[in-house]
T-cell receptor, first 113, second 114 residues
């Protein structure tokens, strides 16, 4: 596709359930980013993948959050035992090898009941 | 960490020039300064990026003083459709490293009135 895609666009889950959010970056982009945005707030950086290097996971808010990037392309953000405070829009972005400009996906709106 | 500070909100009128300043006192030598625009229910969209001095593209200009501790996004002749949140972004470290952390400012809500 032409841009970054994310799925699902919306996810409603019950407290305590696990969720998986998917990001498909732009083809050829080696860097991939995950952010979280709560209602009316700015973006909170979560994690960054560069190529096949191991990411720095220290931006993840708790050990219930994990992220993987398979084959240097698709990424999955997993939230275990979801809590109500996890409700937010989760944004993914990717960038090319030569410029740090990021292209954002439409986001996944997560609602934890 | 390179932290950014922006005004929370700004008001303007159609046709005016708008200047939004971002402070980033701890910017690192190899950091770029990037500005993004975000409309409700959408992901941020890249506006402009610079390292020093002045950068201009078809939609905006970016002014960066010599000490790089601040930057100013200039939007010429704004229209109603420029009403959005504008974010200043400075990286922390070398963006080619997996330990790179990106710091978005709190964002500036720009309201353009008719």
């Amino acid at each position: 596709g032409a841009g970054v895609s994310q799925s699902p666009s919306n996810k409603v889950t019950e407290k305590g359930k696990d969720v998986e959010l998917r990001c498909d970056p732009i083809s050829g982009h080696t860097a991939l980013y995950w952010y979280r945005q709560s209602l009316g707030q700015g973006l909170e950086f979560l994690i960054y993948f560069q190529g096949n290097s191991a990411p720095d996971k220290s931006g993840l808010p708790s050990d219930r959050f994990s992220a993987e990037r398979t084959g240097g392309s698709v990424s999955t953000l997993t939230i275990q035992r979801t809590q109500q405070e996890d409700s937010a829009v989760y944004l993914c972005a990717s960038s090319s090898p030569v410029r740090p400009e990021q292209f954002f996906g439409p986001g996944t709106r997560l609602t934890v009941l | 960490l390179a932290k950014t500070t922006q005004p929370i909100s700004m008001d303007s009128y159609e046709g005016q020039e708008v200047n939004i300043t971002c402070s980033h006192n701890n910017i690192a030598t190899n950091d770029y300064i990037t500005w993004y625009q975000q409309f409700p229910s959408q992901g941020p969209r890249f506006i402009i990026q610079g390292y020093k001095t002045k950068v201009t593209n078809e939609v905006a200009s970016l002014f960066i003083p010599a000490d790089r501790k601040s930057s100013t996004l200039s939007l010429p002749r704004v229209s109603l459709s420029d009403t959005a949140v504008y974010y200043c972004l400075v990286g922390d470290g070398d963006w080619m490293d997996s330990s790179y952390k990106l710091i978005f400012g709190s964002g500036t809500r720009l309201l353009v009135r008719p």
